[in-house]
């Protein structure tokens, strides 16, 4: 997802390069600014959402192994 603002970047088109389509030639930027957007802000959802999930794992794998060893003296 981090990579796809700079891939739009090589979409842009200037007024001349449009040619007979310079009618949607703002709404195609608008488009592309969204996407550009959009996509930057779910890169760091989920660089966010990689972080928690490590973090659970993290704490799943300690408290597993506080328990094993707890349950290991019972005997």
Same mark, same amino acid.
């Given at each position: 997802?981090? =990579?796809?603002?700079?891939?739009?970047?090589?979409? @842009?088109?200037? =007024?001349?390069?449009?040619?007979? +389509?310079?009618?949607? +030639?703002?709404?195609? *930027?608008?488009?592309?600014?969204?996407?550009?957007? @959009?996509?930057?802000?779910?890169?760091?959802?989920?660089?966010? +959402?990689?972080?928690?999930?490590?973090?659970?794992?993290?704490?799943?794998?300690?408290?597993?192994?506080? *328990?094993?060893? @707890?349950?290991?003296?019972?005997?």
């Amino acid at each position: 997802m981090a =990579r796809i603002p700079s891939m739009v970047d090589v979409l @842009r088109l200037s =007024r001349v390069e449009a040619g007979p +389509f310079q009618v949607i +030639f703002d709404a195609y *930027g608008q488009v592309l600014d969204q996407v550009s957007a @959009r996509s930057s802000e779910a890169a760091t959802a989920m660089a966010e +959402f990689a972080n928690t999930l490590r973090s659970v794992a993290n704490t799943y794998d300690e408290e597993e192994a506080a *328990g094993v060893h @707890r349950m290991s003296n019972i005997y």
